[in-house]
């Protein structure tokens, strides 16, 4: 007697396929961190993602959620909408504004050290993948992090 295949089996079953697949998860390196724009309140700050995909086919980016440490403390956190599709066996880049409210008594001046850490969720090819990816079973991510020195001088 035969019994009916549990949809659980078949959804691991479908991840398998998908997971087996022969596409590389692309690569993230913080390539910049600098001062983009300063006023009395606030401090904007653009951080530089060098993307690189090695695959054959092009890679949909979906969201990057990001947080932003300065001299130990977080600044920001945020998600921001990918709106790129990674070139196939290409590189490019992607900026991430970094807004960092000012208190009054504490001017940011001078050099602090600074730590980013993310990840970027992307879409693998195939209608298998993407179906997967829309019923929330399957989200591929690469994260990234990055430590240095940024200068808030004026």
Do not use: K, W
Request: aromatic share 6%.
């Amino acid at each position: 007697m035969r019994r009916p295949m549990h949809t659980g089996l078949l959804l691991t079953a479908a991840c398998t396929m998908v997971g087996g697949s022969s596409f590389d998860a692309p690569t993230l390196t913080v390539s910049s961190v600098v001062l983009a724009d300063r006023s009395d309140e606030a401090v904007v700050l653009d951080v530089t993602l060098d993307a690189v995909n090695t695959n054959a086919v092009e890679l949909p980016l979906e969201t990057i959620e990001y947080t932003v440490f300065v001299n130990g403390g977080v600044v920001f956190e945020g998600t921001r909408s990918a709106e790129a599709t990674l070139r196939r066996e290409g590189t490019q880049q992607i900026v991430l504004p970094v807004a960092i409210r000012l208190a009054p008594d504490v001017p940011l001046d001078g050099v602090y050290p600074y730590r980013i850490r993310g990840e970027m969720t992307y879409v693998t090819p195939g209608e298998i993948a993407q179906l997967l990816f829309d019923a929330g079973v399957r989200r591929p991510t690469v994260s990234f992090s990055q430590r240095g020195e940024v200068d808030f001088g004026e």
